[in-house]
């Protein structure tokens, strides 16, 4: 195989003739080296595009072939003029680019179909009007070859349309809702963009009226894009950027929501996005303050609606409120005409108070009582404070310090001792004051016999029997008085009293006693010689003279006796005493005696 060709040839397209020089071939395969081949003995081929190529020769033989590769063999000049475009529909007024493909190109001529021409290698173009347009490119390289490309199907141009838009809501306050409205010509579809991109999806719109509420303050610039059926599009930036001010947050917080009357409640202001704000509390009692921070005081029960209003620099003004939940408080009243006494001291309390369930007294030492009206006994002296707490079924309670302090005195303790506690009359008494607490104090006995005193102690003498109530009244500095009852038995002693007829005789000497003691019921009798008797009337025989008193002590059941002595002494002479003796006491008679 073997042949060879011009190594140099014109500007591409160029046209190569090959000159066949294989010899005992039978036939033929040539590939040119741009994608072609021929099986011609000798073949011309057309080189379109500029370049190097290797050509190879297959010389064939029957089974038997030989081949030659001549690499690089073949360098073709000149340029291969392209371009590309990315879409061939355009809209008046668009710019349409146009990129360079082309190989070993050096300078550009561009035609863009409608008058107007680029030598730039990526040029764009804006058609003006509307229209059909074949667009052409030349390239030259620098050897003067130049290749000219047609692209094969024109760029159409259609007309855009023409977008208007409008709004009146160009000024206001966060949350701020602007609505939009359009009257685009030649607009089949639109495209609102509201220049709120923080929020997020909302920014974009596709009606022909559109609202956008501007959560945030700031300066916003929407724009509307108005599309027709062929993609033409005409954007409208509105005149006016939307001002949108910042809107205080109102806010509060309240000391409680709930409580009794009177109910104070402290508002605290936790507002936010301040700017030299104005405040409007309403408390719902027909209070109003315009303090960042109020305090209101709820004399009435019921549901209280308070409002907070904000009002900053721009004019913008929010609201927030809350419910404040009043109950009646009960009225603690009561009172007492038992200020002053003496201990023990029995006070009776009167309760007056509305609009209560149960009470609660502290009487002033620790003792309390749940009683609506109670009566206390202060058994202390001293002075108490009294407190009335009266609550109702919500849990409400008022509390009432009684104005009066009960005032209880020291009452003195009358106590007395006697002696002695019981005898016989005429009874003796002696009475000795054991009382406490007397500071200043008077005193005042009665004997029960109709007998008194003033005296701290005293006696008196109980001529009768029976049993007395002896009081003794103590009076202290306090003007505080006690008194104390004792009992004093007297009991009626007997009278002795006897008589005798029997006062002189001669011993042997027998006295008969008259016994005429009275209240008595057993006696002793004592004659004076050692003798004695316990019968009523007795009879004594005195066997020696002489001179004797006789004592008679009557007794009665209580013990109390009585003595009674003669006046006169019994009298008992000697009786002489008779004696002779006998030369004989016995014998026969005659019997003769000396």
Known sequence: ANFNAPAQSFCAPALVNFNNLSTNATSYLWDFGDGSTSIAASPSHVYNVPGDYTVTLVAINGTCRDTLKRINYLHIPGTFSYFNLVSLQSCVGNLVQFTDSSLNAQTWLWNFGDGDSSTLQNPTHLYSTTGSFTVSLITCDNLGCSSHYIFSNPIVVHPVPTAIAATTDTVGCSPFTATFTENSLNATSFLWNFGDPASGASNTATTSTATHTYNTSGLFQPYLVAYNSYGCTDTMWLPKKINVKQTPTAQFTTSSNNGCTPLTINFSNTSTFLNSPSYAWSFGNGNTATTAN???????????????????????????????SSVLSPVAIASTTDTVGCNPHTVTFSNN?????????????????????????????????????????????????????????????ARFNFSPTTGCTPLTVNFTNTSANTSGATYSWNFGNGNTANTANASTVYADSGTYAVTLWVTNSNGCSDDSVRYVRANLSPTALATTNDTAGCNPYTSTFVNNSTNASSYQWFFGDGGSSTQANPTHTYPTSGLYGVTLIASNAAGCRDTFRFSNTITVNQTPLASFSSSVTSGCAPLAVN
């Open 294 to 324: 109020a305090t209101t005081v709820y004399a009435d029960s019921g549901l209280f609606n308070v409002t907070l209003t904000v009002t900053n620099a721009g004019g913008c003004s929010s609201s927030a409120s809350a419910t404040i």
């Open 353 to 413: 108070s509305t609009n209560a369930t149960s009470y609660l007294w502290n009487f002033g030492n620790g003792v309390t009582s749940t009683l609506p009206n109670p009566n206390y006994t202060y058994v202390n002296a001293g002075n108490y404070t009294v407190t009335l707490i009266a609550t109702n079924a919500s849990g409400c309670s008022d509390t009432l310090i009684l104005p009066q302090v009960i005032q209880v005195k020291q009452t003195p303790r």
